[in-house]
């Protein structure tokens, strides 16, 4: 069992001495540490499993592709998902959108119809709608955020009025706001327009569970590597009946039924979706990383501590002078982008990192957002379940002492 | 001194220091009492875009030599910048081009100036010998 006390004797990474101080990691929203679990399971994958899948009669490809199956079966059970064929592979949450603005916007959009995405979106969810819009003539808009970083529900209400929208693509939790979207209830307010909805889930799996057959979001995206998983994969969750009509986004081995010079027939969901030879051995460490994932938000504990954290770190924050938080509405994660006057977001990241803590700074692939508070930088802590309070009291403690350093 | 003498001079320097925090207290007061140029200096024409740290660069070449004001919103920057200029102000051309700009290695600071971090400072330099071989 997973608890508090040894949750990180699991990631032999976070011993690890960085200019002689012990690594504080506060980055996991750009990429979380990986489970002893995942590091043996890919290490025994290599030296005992490692084939290509759905191609071959031979045993290690029917091993292989098993493992491979058996991943999409724990991505089907984490989401919640009806069915296996609903869970595509990509590489990762950005390859989802772009599938997404190839497939979904050939399928039911026509030149002059309206994509909508909202202000706190990560580039991955804006650039692929630009590309798409280039191609084809669709329009991007954006639904405003408030001040405190929650989505504006009046606004969103009427610019899904408009009959060209045709789909909201919206952030379950933004990368640098923290804020947790109200999921459900956007769902219910773009149904009622008849307008689908993708759920950009890079931030959203890691802290909050979601089900999305209660949600009846119509598509959802996240990447491996934010959960414990390697890098390289990622996942598009999609309602059958919506797939089903998508033309592929790639063309290539293992998507087709029958090629012939003239014309091909695609396979079926879901390997319509995944021409090539996927990442297979981070697809089917899939598995013991949301079985870790899936301890953890089953254990209180976790969820006890993640409350403390979010508490104490925004009371101290709060109590420097000069330093503004970006994110304030509830319910929040405990990531915590923030500026202080007259300081600059990376020579804090600078100082800080000699102290042996690691966060980040600059844009954090969210400019336009960024851009909107009138920032052109910040700096941001972003905590796992491994990080404990100790670790968010030195944080505080360091940055105080940079700040008085800059100053 | 010539430009290889404060460059050695520098390397002796920060070689004093053994814990990583004395250097950036250094390079903060060096950045901290960097003068102050001009605002008119820091037109966006002279301004050297990166993703995190912005730089501000203004040259001059009289009596065969090179002279630099340069200015950046971040301090640890403004350090390093303050390094740069103690060493290639007032230079002739060639011998910043002889110069391999290695001194930022040997103490330490290469991290600051590695591409993937796209900062202001690494185009500073880029500009530094653009403007060297312009003159030579
Ligand atoms: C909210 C959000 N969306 C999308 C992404 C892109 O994820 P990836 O780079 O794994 O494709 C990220 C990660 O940086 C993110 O935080």
């Known amino acids: 069992m997973i608890s508090v006390e040894n949750i990180r004797d699991n990631f032999p990474i976070l011993s690890q001495k960085v200019y002689g101080k012990s690594l504080i990691y506060l980055d996991n929203a750009a990429t979380s540490q990986r489970p002893l679990s995942v590091i043996d399971f890919q290490e025994s994958f290599s030296r005992e499993c490692n084939a290509n899948v759905h191609r071959a009669v031979h045993s290690l490809s029917g091993i292989a592709t098993d493992l491979y199956e058996s991943g999409r079966e724990a991505v089907r059970s984490f989401l919640d998902a009806e069915y296996k064929e609903e869970i595509i592979f990509t590489s990762g949450t950005t390859a989802s959108i772009n599938l997404m603005a190839h497939s979904f916007v050939e399928a039911f959009c026509a030149r002059g119809d309206v994509i909508v995405i909202s202000q706190a979106e990560h580039h991955s969810n804006i650039v692929p709608w630009q590309m798409a819009a280039l191609r084809t003539g669709i329009e991007v808009k954006v639904a405003p955020i408030n001040r405190d970083g929650s989505i504006d529900l009046e606004e969103l209400r009427e610019i899904l009025k408009d009959k060209r929208v045709k789909l909201l693509s919206i952030t379950h939790i933004s990368n640098v706001l923290g804020v947790v979207n109200p999921i459900q209830e956007i769902v219910k307010i773009a149904h009622n327009q008849g307008v689908k909805v993708l759920v950009d889930g890079a931030q959203g799996v890691v802290h909050s569970l979601i089900s999305v057959r209660e949600t009846d979001v119509d598509f959802y995206a996240f990447s491996g590597h934010k959960i414990y998983a390697p890098t390289g994969i990622g996942v598009l969750y999609g309602k059958r009946e919506l797939l089903d009509i998508m033309p592929p986004f790639m063309g290539g081995g293992d998507m087709v039924d029958t090629v012939t010079f003239e014309k091909t027939i695609y396979a079926p969901l879901p390997l319509k979706f995944e021409a090539g030879t996927q990442n297979i051995a981070a697809v089917a460490s899939l598995k013991p990383a949301l079985e870790f994932a899936m301890q953890i938000s089953d254990n209180d504990e976790f969820v006890n501590r993640e409350r403390q954290i979010v508490e104490y770190v925004t009371k101290e924050l709060n109590v420097i002078e000069g330093l503004t938080i970006l994110g304030t509405a509830t319910p929040k994660i405990p990531l915590f982008s923030f500026v202080i006057d007259g300081v600059h977001h990376e020579d804090v990241a600078q100082i800080l990192d000699k102290m042996g803590v690691a966060v980040r700074s600059g844009l954090v692939c969210a400019e336009p957002l960024i851009n909107s508070y009138g920032y052109t930088g910040i700096i941001r802590a972003s905590f796992a379940p491994y990080n404990t309070l100790e670790e968010a009291q030195i944080f505080i403690k360091s940055l105080h002492r940079a700040i008085s350093m800059l100053k | ?136």
């Open chain 2, 1 to 136: 001194m010539t430009l290889k003498e404060e460059e050695i001079a520098i390397v002796e320097e920060f070689a004093m220091f053994d814990e990583w925090l004395d250097k950036y207290e250094y390079l903060i007061d060096l950045g901290k009492n960097l003068p102050i140029i001009p605002e008119d200096s820091k037109s966006d024409d002279k301004l050297i875009k990166g993703c995190q740290s912005r730089v501000w660069l203004d040259s001059k070449f009289e009596d065969g030599k090179l002279f630099f004001q340069a200015d950046s919103d971040a301090i640890i920057t403004k350090g390093i910048i303050a390094l740069l200029i103690r060493v290639y102000n007032g230079r002739e051309p060639q011998e910043i081009i002889d110069s391999d700009f290695s001194f930022i290695e040997k103490i330490g600071l290469k991290d600051n100036l590695s591409p993937t971090r796209a900062n202001g400072l690494v185009s500073m330099i880029q500009q530094i010998k653009l403007f060297a071989n312009e003159y030579r």
